[in-house]
Nanobody, 126 residues
Framework: QVHLAESGGGLVQAGGSLKLACVLS????????MGWFRQAPGKDREFVAVTRANSGATYYSDSVKGRFTISRDNAENTVYLQMNSLKPEDTATYYC???????????????????WGQGTQVTVSS
């Protein structure tokens, strides 16, 4: 059974940085596309970034491109999200998600992912 566990959320001032981590257990990490999504109160779950299996290619939403960096460490079964230049509008619960061999056309859709973490809260104060 695949399990995802996020860590690294917290409270930060605007312009600051946080680094989230998500560890996958129960399967072969390198086979999985790993995505980060976020959800603010009253809003839909929103794609943030993804790193695909095998190639490790990365994709970002326009709202975070240039500020956030997703990376993966296959030896540690971990995906990271480095968040810089944080803004109050980045405040949300952040979720990591996993899908084995996710296809490119599906990476931005929450429905494409099979496994989800419990979420970690990120709050950016102005």
């Amino acid at each position: 059974q695949v399990h995802l566990a996020e860590s690294g959320g917290g409270l930060v001032q605007a312009g600051g940085s946080l680094k989230l981590a998500c560890v996958l257990s129960g399967s072969t990490f390198r086979d999985y596309g790993m995505g980060w999504f976020r959800q603010a109160p009253g809003k839909d779950r929103e794609f943030v970034a993804v790193t695909r299996a095998n190639s490790g290619a990365t994709y970002y939403s326009d709202s975070v491109k240039g500020r956030f960096t997703i990376s993966r460490d296959n030896a540690e079964n971990t995906v990271y999200l480095q968040m810089n230049s944080l803004k109050p509008e980045d405040t949300a619960t952040y979720y990591c998600a996993a899908k084995r061999w996710i296809i490119l056309s599906a990476v931005r859709s929450p429905d494409a992912y099979d496994y989800w973490g419990q979420g970690t809260q990120v709050t950016v104060s102005s």
